[in-house]
């Protein structure tokens, strides 16, 4: 980060004799003093929020905003988990139902992830919680609550309920036709393994570009950017964003797209110096 113009301020003084010398030197590191005193720091903007808005539930967005550094006014991160966009890296579960076989020692147990019942929740650009429900091919009803991570990375662990308390954790890495396979872990099941087949996962918008301009004011900034050319079907389009710091956590914040207010919904907040 470069450092902003200072201004300084300088205050004349007729030189008649000595005494008059001194009261110059003296008027002299005043007017230092002041220039000091005057110094105004450029102002930045962070933010780092989970936001549900205009028929997307599930977004999240980071943003450094950056006062008067000439072409760089600083980037944006952002990330909509429910909008499907190919070639991005960052993944999320299908909404509906798909399977995740296990296999132990050359036998396959068919279990069924009901996807459309997922709760997602978005915990940064490329980082998501989901929590919901399944079913084994006996009829059994199971629990999973696990993460994305890296974008295309995935840890879960399934609780099964009656008869006995059962659980397995999996972990495997997202393939860019969207199926999932790895280990999983269950005691007493030494080489156990899971997968799951191809669209169970989607790839979804996400991207990050720099922003064009900004203005402060108060506790708010605004600031422009544009869609990146790569994303297909949104490229070009300029977006304004306003984001304004309650001072008191993030449920005083406000972060609005275009001027529609959306509602935060997790993260850490929005500062605004």
């Given at each position: 980060m470069s450092t902003s113009k200072i201004r300084r301020i300088t205050t004349g003084a007729a030189a008649l004799g000595l005494a008059a010398g001194l009261a110059a030197t003296t008027a002299g590191a005043a007017s230092a003093s002041t220039a000091q005193a005057r110094y105004q720091p450029p102002r930045v903007a962070t933010g780092s929020v989970a936001v549900s808005g205009e028929g997307y539930p599930v977004q999240y967005e980071q943003f450094v905003a950056l006062q008067g550094f000439g072409h760089n006014h600083g980037y944006v991160d952002y990330t909509n988990w429910t909008y499907a966009e190919p070639g991005s890296g960052v993944y999320a579960p299908t909404a509906g139902a798909d399977a995740l076989v296990f296999t132990y020692n050359g036998?396959?147990?068919?279990?069924?992830?009901?996807?459309?019942?997922?709760?997602?929740?978005?915990?940064?650009?490329?980082?998501?919680?989901?929590?919901?429900?399944?079913?084994?091919?006996?009829?059994?009803?199971?629990?999973?609550?696990?993460?994305?991570?890296?974008?295309?990375?995935?840890?879960?662990?399934?609780?099964?309920?009656?008869p006995s308390t059962y659980q397995v954790a999996i972990s495997g890495t997202i393939q860019p036709d969207g199926s999932l396979s790895g280990p999983a872990v269950s005691a007493g099941q030494p080489g156990l393994a899971f997968a799951m087949p191809k669209g169970s996962f989607t790839s979804v918008l996400s991207y990050s570009t720099r922003i064009q301009s900004d203005k402060f004011g108060g506790h708010s900034v605004t600031f422009r950017f544009t869609i990146p050319n790569w994303v297909s079907g949104l490229h070009g389009i300029q977006v304004t964003d306003r984001a304004y710091d309650g001072g008191h956590g993030p449920k005083h914040d406000t972060f609005a797209q275009d001027s529609v207010i959306e509602q935060i919904v997790g993260g850490p907040g929005i500062t605004v110096r």
């Open positions: 036998t396959h147990y068919a279990h069924t992830l009901n996807g459309g019942s997922l709760q997602l929740t978005a915990l940064s650009n490329n980082r998501m919680a989901f929590s919901g429900t399944g079913a084994y091919s006996g009829g059994q009803i199971w629990t999973i609550k696990g993460q994305i991570f890296k974008g295309n990375q995935v840890q879960a662990t399934i609780y099964y309920d009656a």
